[in-house]
């Protein structure tokens, strides 16, 4: 399975939110720099981060995202699920709702045996992102010595 760029920029982008801003606003344009991603492409995943909760936003200029909940509580699943919806590795599959992503026509539901493998590494894929938050993401990037970005717009000179 191969995520599109719209889920891989959004983990890095509510990464990016979670470790260098905590609970300020940020604007896209410094998440845009820090993560080498087009600010009009982050402007289209965050309205899908939004609309899923995820994300909050406050226009002006001091304005910009913040996490709507805290980062222990925003799961990578969560965050595949705003920008890709219900991924499955093959479409003849059923999700855990008993729904399938589409109807494709086969023959063999029910009696393919193939098709218990693909259900059993979806169901695994799913459980491991529903495991990992941005919190941990954070705890492994300091644990790599990544560095946070000082927010400057709190720093006051005399």
Known sequence: MKLSTKS???VRALFDLAYNSGSLPTQVQDISRRQDISPRYLEQIFQNLKK?????????????????????????????????????????????????????????NGCCVTQTIWSD??????EHFGTVTLKDLCERAQAMGLKREVDNRMMYFI
């Open 8 to 10: 891989r920029y959004g």
């Open 52 to 108: 899923a909760g995820i994300l909050t936003s406050k226009r002006g200029p001091k304005g910009g995202y913040t996490l709507a909940r805290k980062p222990e509580e925003i799961s990578i699943r969560d965050i595949l699920l705003a920008t890709e919806g219900e991924s499955l590795f093959v479409d003849c599959i059923v999700v855990g709702d008993g729904r399938r992503k589409r109807k494709p026509e086969c023959g063999l």
């Open 121 to 126: 590494a979806n169901n695994l894929m799913t």
